[in-house]
């Protein structure tokens, strides 16, 4: 757990909330070796339990949100929050077109002006930086009104009059000499942070001293601004302001909006991670997925489930003949998932329909690689192994004939089929080998009794004749 982020839990809830934690993660190694027996290390400091309530809404604990930080401490402050992007400059630069600047929400809800303040108070926090019109200026300093936040929580704070105090040490001077005050007038726009908070009383002290600002912000440019420095929130408040659009229209026409990496963008932003995304419910931990729950494994069932739908179409095609059609559907199963079985078996046999063997065999040997305990694609690759070496008896080719016989027997030991094709097959080879042993017995028995030109003659014959031997040995 992060040690830090859990330390300020406890100064802000107090020891109701570390009672708590020690009842809902006792188990949890991480929050024990945070915790030594009694706990003083966690414990918030004797000067914040005696502080007087820093916020006005803090008349009475709020139980719910406890329970909910102890249940949920093991995630709220796990280490992996922590963002993987570099956090040494925050940039309240805002850029339109990485993704949508909208103005605060309230200005698109009917939040009362007491409540819109109260927020205001309750949210703000020293180093901030607020922007504002001097109102008026005295010998100890200058007033001005706030008409927007430059960081922190956004806020619509136009109309609420929230006036803050500039005092004099705390304007720098642009001179060697005179009143550090002159260089500014009524009317001019003011960015500065904020130095001191009462909440009680609701009154700001404001800096234009760069030492006022977190390291964070230490870039910010403090002082007198344009109104094209304002940001762009506060700039689109304005434009807003003036027509009845709702929170999606203008969301809609940003441009940042249509944008095709806004996720990405503002994921780098926050320093999250896209493939393993943090969340407070446990069940959507991705560590606590099965594997058939990620998308790949998900979209890989939704295609097969698809497809088949598409071989089913095929099957019925087929059944009444229309074989065109019934192609373009195992085509299109195949398409949406290549690796579909239903839909290479069922196209082999349509393949084998036609007498294209070999395509047939190609689409069996696929389906059956792809789920060896098919009984259909080893049975149809089986028989078209068998009609494949029959094709190739009938062309004389007896090797390789011989070759798809054993084949189908690897694939299936007890096909009937192959083994009486492969038995007749090498009967018919012995008695062409014994037909030619004999014939080149009598050639050398006789070689030496015929003259030059018979040997060459009936060498003629044997090679003109050789092709119709197996025909007539077979019958």
Known sequence: MERDLLRQALGFHGPALLSLLRTEQHDNPDFRGLLPPGGPSLEPSREAQ?????????RIDNIEIQHFIAKKADLLFALSWKPNVSTDSESNEENEDCYAVMPPLEQFMEV?????????????????????RISSIREFGFFMVLICLGSGVVREISQLEITALCPLRDVPSHSSHGDPLSYYQTGDIIQAAIKDIDRYHEKLTISLHSSALPPSL?????????????????RRSVEVASTSETYEKVLHHSLGFANPSVVEFLLGKLGLSESSPPSLMRGLQSKNFNEEDFAFALRKKQSASWALKCVKIGVDYFKVGRHVEAMNEYNKALEIDPQNVEALVARGALYATKGSLNKAIDDFEVALKNCPTHRNARKYLCQTLVERGGQLEEEDNLLNAQNYYKRALILDETFKEAEDALLKLRKHMQVILYFLLTLSTTIKTHIKNIGKGEIIYWLLCLILLFPLFPTHLSQ
């Open 50 to 58: 005696h502080q007087p309530p820093a916020r006005k809404e803090k």
């Open 218 to 234: 230490s870039s910010t440019k403090l002082g007198v601004i344009s109104s094209e420095d304002l940001p762009l929130h506060y």
């Open 112 to 132: 009362p002006s007491e409540d819109r303040r109260e927020l205001f108070f309750r949210d703000i926090e020293r180093g901030d930086v607020v922007i504002g």
